[in-house]
């Protein structure tokens, strides 16, 4: 059985979280129907006459709002994919669980074989040779102890 849902995304301003140089943060609301709701710093922030509430964008007219409208497109981006995941996957579908696949926290537990090759393909390449050639003797003896 197919359900639909009703995905909703606005970015908006925290506006009881003043920091001291006098911007607020904005946050991004993931509505999922009418029932599912969950809030999202985008680690942006802005001053509240720079923010337009119709778009819910930061106004064109200041320095850097292009680069921050650009930061929240690639946010509602990456909302959206999370959402399409969900569903193609047949998941229930709820804004926790669109929140955590955009985060990257709705993975699941990785096993002493998925770190050690995970380390060895992204930070073997940062540690000097003799480290290196150590890491992969206790591979190797982890590989035959455990037979994986």
């Not at 849902?5 to 129907?33: A, C, E, M, Q």
């Not at 909302?79 to 399409?84: F, G, L, N």
Request: proline share 2%; charged share 30%.
């Amino acid at each position: 059985m197919i359900t639909s849902h009703t995905l909703n995304v606005h970015f908006w301003l925290k506006k009881n979280s003043v920091r001291k140089d006098g911007t607020l943060p904005i946050y991004v609301r993931i509505s999922i129907g009418s029932t599912s709701r969950v809030d999202l710093s985008t680690k942006q922030n802005v001053l509240e006459k720079n923010w337009c509430d119709k778009s819910s964008r930061v106004v064109k007219r200041i320095k850097d709002a292009r680069r921050t409208n650009d930061e929240l497109d690639t946010i509602y981006s990456k909302i959206k994919i999370a959402y399409r995941e969900l569903r193609n996957e047949g998941v229930p579908i709820s804004a926790k669980a669109v929140k955590l696949r955009c985060t990257g926290k709705d993975k699941p537990v990785s096993t002493i074989k998925d770190l050690i090759q995970f380390h060895t393909e992204n930070d073997l390449k940062k540690i000097s040779s003799w480290n290196s050639k150590e890491l992969r003797c206790h591979r190797e003896i982890y590989f035959t102890i455990y037979k994986v």
